[in-house]
Each structure stands twice: as C-alpha cells, then as structure tokens.
C-alpha cells in the first residue's frame, strides 16, 4: 500500500511561505483583521530527477482574513504552462484549527472535502470524468486537538519551536485526504544543517508506525536561522503527480522552494 501523506497534503503539504513575525503579528482580543487584499505566497516545486533550473510546477496560495476571524488559505499548484494541476481551500480559525478543507487533484480527478462538525471529521470523496462523478466514498472519524492537515505543518513547527529545538518530539495525527483516515506522525529537529551553503534549522516529519515509515521518506523543513525564522525549503513528498511516461501518477519525490521578493 502507499501512503501519500502529501495527498491531503502534503494536499497541499504545503507550508505558508510567508515569514514568522508576518504569521504572527500581534492583533487585538476578538477583533481579527479584515485584508482587503489577500497576502500572496509563491513557490516553485522541482523533482529530485529533475537536474536543470526550470521548475516542473509552480505555486501560489492567497490568504484572506475573513470578518468572522477566520482565515481562507486558496492555493493552487500549477503546471509550467500555467494549466492548473492542484487545487485546494483551506479554512482555519484564529487559533490554527480547521474548519474545513477541499481540494481538487485534476491530475487523477479526484476531489475530497472535510469538515470538522464537533467532535467529528466528516470526509468525502469524488471520483469524475469530464466534471462527471463516476463515484463517492464517504468516511466519518473522531476528531481531537493535535489532528491537522499538511498545510498547517510550518504554524505548528514554529509554535513549537522552543520545544522542538529542545529534543522535545511533537506527535499528532494528520489527517491524509487520499486514504479518507488519519496517521500518526512525529515532528522532530535535527539541528542546524548545511542547505546551499548556509546552516539553517532543519526538522523531519516522520510517520511513526514502523511499517509506514519503510513506505513514505521522511519530509524535511529548513528554516532561515534569523528572528524571522523564514521557510527556505521543503524536501520529500510533495502534493502533485509526476509524469510517468503515460500518464500523470506517482509519487512525486522533490523540493518545494518559496520564492521572496
């Protein structure tokens, strides 16, 4: 069996490429902000075979802030010409707990939703051809505190951040969109390490069943050792397919790499 963690994730596995003090400005008690214009993150996504200076997708996420306090994360994983080849939403409170999560993997048509109802994780998945469904599956699970999905993997390793660096491990479920369950996994950090010539924070996302782990490689986080804490780099399992030969399917096994301006 493979596990696809990025397909919820890693759909979007994705981690907000914008930078601590940004993530974490300070707002007053009960009256969120309302952005006009959306912040903007971009990225660009290469696979490990891939040896020259072309990306094989791009990346872009737009986070507005909504009246209610709510956040509303739009991303999308683009092929070089621009055709979309991902899709997600992701809505999340002021504190980081999901309200609910769509994406649409258009490599493979498949679309899954999830929202948190209580206590209850409500998952639903379509199959489709030409925008028609061909199949659904529906899966209801127990949700609890330390459950999330790959897009808010960089927010829980940065309020972490003083534990981990620590040695203390963080272990939580992430909810895996494709497989409509949920997987243990453990944060941990590795230390300062050498990425591009630079030593920078790095931490590893390991699932911690034994026998998933000898299926799914480790995803890597790199972090800019400054007060900004910036995200350099995402290495492993990323959310897109990889062109087979024949098709668009796979693991796709690379680097997520956000672009600054």
Same mark, same amino acid.
């Given at each position: 069996?493979?596990?696809?963690?990025?397909?919820?994730?890693?759909?979007?596995?994705?981690c907000?490429?914008?930078?601590?003090?940004?993530?974490?400005?300070?707002?007053?008690?009960?009256?969120?902000?309302?952005?006009?214009?959306?912040?903007?993150?971009?990225?660009?996504?290469?696979?490990?075979?891939?040896?020259?200076?072309?990306?094989?997708?791009?990346?872009e996420?737009?986070?507005?802030?909504?009246?209610?306090?709510?956040?509303?994360?739009?991303?999308?994983?683009?092929?070089?010409?621009?055709?979309?080849?991902? $899709?997600? =939403?992701?809505?999340?409170?002021?504190?980081? !707990?999901?309200?609910? #999560?769509?994406?649409? &993997?258009? *490599?493979i048509?498949?679309?899954?939703?999830?929202?948190?109802?209580?206590?209850?994780?409500?998952?639903k998945?379509?199959?489709?051809?030409?925008?028609?469904? $061909?199949? =659904?599956?529906?899966?209801?699970?127990?949700? !609890?505190?330390?459950? #999330?999905?790959?897009? &808010?993997? *960089?927010?829980?390793?940065?309020?972490?951040?003083?534990?981990?660096?620590?040695?203390?491990?963080?272990?939580?479920k992430?909810i895996?969109?494709?497989?409509?369950?949920?997987?243990?996994?453990?944060?941990?950090?590795?230390?300062?390490?050498?990425?591009?010539?630079?030593?920078?924070?790095?931490?590893?996302?390991?699932?911690?069943?034994?026998?998933?782990?000898?299926?799914?490689?480790?995803?890597?986080?790199?972090?800019?050792?400054?007060?900004?804490?910036?995200?350099?780099?995402?290495?492993?399992?990323?959310?897109?397919?990889?062109?087979?030969?024949?098709?668009?399917?796979?693991?796709?096994?690379?680097?997520?790499?956000p672009?600054?301006?």
């Open positions: 069996m493979q596990i696809q963690i990025n397909s919820l994730f890693i759909g979007a596995l994705f907000y490429a914008s930078s601590y003090a940004a993530t974490h400005a300070s707002k007053p008690s009960g009256q969120p902000s309302v952005s006009k214009q959306p912040s903007v993150s971009k990225a660009v996504l290469f696979e490990n075979k891939n040896k020259t200076d072309k990306p094989d997708f791009t990346f996420k737009k986070d507005t802030k909504n009246a209610d306090g709510t956040t509303t994360q739009d991303s999308v994983f683009r092929y070089p010409d621009g055709r979309a080849a991902f $899709t997600e =939403t992701l809505v999340l409170t002021a504190d980081n !707990k999901i309200v609910s #999560y769509f994406y649409d &993997q258009k *490599q048509s498949q679309r899954i939703w999830l929202a948190i109802d209580g206590k209850v994780i409500k998952l998945k379509e199959w489709y051809e030409a925008e028609k469904v $061909t199949k =659904t599956q529906e899966e209801i699970e127990e949700y !609890k505190e330390n459950y #999330y999905v790959g897009p &808010q993997l *960089q927010d829980v390793t940065l309020k972490r951040w003083a534990s981990l660096t620590q040695g203390k491990n963080y272990k939580f992430l895996v969109m494709e497989h409509l369950d949920t997987f243990s996994f453990e944060l941990e950090y590795d230390g300062m390490k050498d990425l591009n010539g630079k030593m920078v924070h790095r931490f590893s996302l390991y699932p911690r069943s034994f026998f998933i782990k000898l299926l799914v490689s480790p995803i890597r986080f790199f972090f800019e050792n400054t007060p900004e804490r910036k995200l350099l780099e995402v290495q492993g399992t990323l959310p897109v397919k990889p062109w087979n030969g024949k098709e668009w399917d796979g693991i796709f096994e690379g680097t997520m790499r672009t600054y301006k």
